[in-house]
């Protein structure tokens, strides 16, 4: 069975930074794409970004590019997000997702395959 296990995010100050991971069981996810999604309360899941197997290619939302930074150790099967100059606005339960047709760096809910129970990131103003 596979399973995406998000950890890392909390409560903290607008300005201040956070770092999410999402380890991966039951399957290896070294040649797939994996990516991260956010759902504020009464709004749909919004893409915050993707990285393709090798960690080579990158993609980001535009309201998280320059402050937010993902990464991956295909060796521990895991997937980053490093969150930083945080505001208010990114308050949201946050999503790491994995799919499994080789696609290069997906950015829509459609094209992932599996999907972690979400953590939650609470930025205070």
């Known amino acids: 069975q596979v399973q995406l296990v998000e950890s890392g995010g909390g409560l903290v100050q607008a300005g201040g930074s956070l770092r999410l991971s999402c380890t991966a069981s039951?399957?290896?996810?070294?040649?797939?794409?994996m990516g991260w999604f956010r759902q504020a309360p009464g709004k749909e899941r919004e893409f915050v970004a993707t990285?393709?197997?090798?960690?080579?290619?990158?993609h980001y939302a535009d309201s998280v590019k320059g402050r937010f930074t993902i990464s991956r150790d295909n060796a521990k099967n895991t997937v980053y997000l490093q969150m930083t100059s945080l505001k208010p606005e990114d308050t949201a339960v946050y999503y790491c997702a994995a799919e499994r047709n080789l696609s290069t760096v997906p950015i829509t809910t459609g094209e992932y395959d599996y999907w972690g129970q979400g953590t939650q990131v609470t930025v205070s103003s």
């Open positions: 039951g399957r290896t996810f070294s040649r797939n794409a």
């Open positions: 990285i393709n197997w090798s960690g080579g290619i990158t």
